[in-house]
């Protein structure tokens, strides 16, 4: 390494060393994307913009600089790849892969209207495409810039097919960071692939595709390595199926089926985890896809540990979110504003208020502060009292109402009509607790 190198390491330490982590935001996060996962399996076009509040990625993934000089070099040597760390600092796994120089550069751009977006690199595996992009627009007078739609196609101009989107950024004044994460249908298998973009500025679209070029070098493309357990678990009385784990370099997949002669709908594995033998700890994503599937079958997504060697490795959950099938009704009385049906007291009352502009909004509160309760979307429908089914297509949290207890709701107007509302629950803060480590063999 050389020694301008090493002082602009030492600079990276230093500040480092100087910063506060949101230990807080990072679990709220996570728990935003594990509820993504309740919802009924279908297609996935999970388009989800979160801020990031920090500046620099945690000092336990940068504690590896001092026995990486591959990870040590690239990041001092390359303009640009700071922000790209910043952007998976949460993920340990990701900073593994470029520790291990699995990351391919690019710095491709196209310009329109005074807008820059450059491609600046990308990670590629069997499982997903990773993509690290820049939108300038200081150069142009458009304000509240958006992406309306991202996609990738190959040197044929067929579209990338894909399961899964979701979508991070770092704001700047004049420059934002992007991630997208695609969970791959089938591998990119070609050398040729463009990336298009399009934009909004507000709520009036561009009329303009951004096509970026890039190639793939497929020897930089990470293989998936499965492991076939097919073991069933008792969890007070619930059964649980692991089915599969597939490791590739940006994720591994935990297959789960949950038994349908289970008296309990299971809502989320809380705590699902990698433990090595020195309890070094791999958890669930957090800027990304978190899980997908159903209530029936899902697959959880846990940071990888491809590139480690462990001499023992285990695959660890203890605490699960889950509630009586026969307790998933809830009624509600929208002119009286009272809860007719609910599974107990936790869901504790309803509210109306005119939060949404001038449509108001059906907000129910928590009896107490129940872990995780805060971010939970326990609807994701409802049946109105005329028994037309309404789906949600926004919904609202807060901290606390004027109780000061998290709440929970989504728009509805009562001058359209009032009555009775039914909806299923979706998720709850109710859980059944046990023991499980199963022991797994090294990739």
């Known amino acids: 390494m050389s020694n301008r190198e090493e002082e602009r390491l030492d600079e990276l330490k230093t500040k480092i060393n100087e910063r506060e982590y949101p230990e807080r935001a990072i679990d709220e996060a996570i728990q935003m994307g594990i509820q993504k996962a309740s919802r009924p399996k279908k297609t996935s076009y999970s388009w989800r913009v979160s801020l990031a509040a920090s500046l620099i990625f945690l000092v336990l993934f940068i504690s590896s600089l001092r026995v990486s000089e591959a990870f040590a070099s690239y990041v001092s040597s390359i303009p640009g790849m700071e922000q790209i760390v910043e952007m998976v600092r949460h993920d340990k796994g990701m900073v593994s892969v470029i520790d291990n120089d699995f990351v391919q550069t690019v710095n491709n751009s196209a310009v329109h209207k005074g807008i820059t977006i450059t491609l600046s690199s990308f990670i590629a595996d069997q499982e997903q495409l990773v993509l690290f992009y820049k939108v300038d627009s200081s150069s142009s007078s458009f304000e509240n810039l958006r992406i309306d739609k991202i996609q990738v196609v190959d040197e044929y101009g067929e579209e990338v097919a894909f399961d899964s989107l979701s979508i991070d950024s770092i704001d700047s004044k004049e420059e934002d960071m ?15 692939y463009t990336m298009e973009i399009e934009l909004s500025s507000g709520d009036k679209p561009l009329a303009d595709t951004w096509e970026i070029p ?9 293989k998936t390595k499965d492991i076939h357990l097919n073991q069933v678990f008792l969890v007070e009385g619930q059964k649980i199926l692991v089915k599969t784990i597939k490791a590739s370099p940006t994720r ?24 090595d033998e020195n309890g070094e700890t791999w958890s669930r994503i957090s800027n990304g896809l978190s899980a997908s599937g159903d209530f029936e079958e899902k697959t959880y997504y846990l940071q990888s540990n491809y590139f480690e060697k462990p001499k023992e490795l285990f695959l660890v959950f203890s605490k699960i979110r889950a509630l009586e099938k026969d307790e998933l009704e809830v009624k509600v009385d929208t002119e009286e504003l009272k809860i007719l049906l609910a599974p107990d ?40 009292a005329d028994g037309e089914v309404q789906e949600l297509h926004s919904q609202y949290h807060d901290g606390g109402g004027v109780d000061g207890m998290p709440r929970f709701g989504f728009p509805y107007d009562r001058m359209q009509g009032s009555g009775v509302i039914t909806f299923e629950l979706q998720d709850y803060p109710s859980w059944i607790e046990g023991d499980v480590r199963i022991p797994l063999e090294q990739y």
């Open 214 to 222: 890039f190639k793939v070098n497929q020897n930089k493309v990470g």
């Open 345 to 384: 007291e936790r869901l504790a009352k309803v509210e109306y208020e005119e939060i949404y502009d001038e449509t108001g909004a059906l907000l129910f509160s928590w009896a107490e502060r129940y872990e995780q309760a805060s971010h939970m979307s326990p609807i994701q429908s409802y049946t109105g």
């Open 252 to 275: 591994v997949g935990i297959q789960m089926e949950f038994s349908s002669e289970n008296t309990k709908r299971i809502f989320d594995i809380e705590d699902l985890r990698l433990v």
């Open 178 to 192: 992007y991630q997208s994460d695609y969970g791959l249908k089938e591998t990119l298998n070609k050398e040729k």
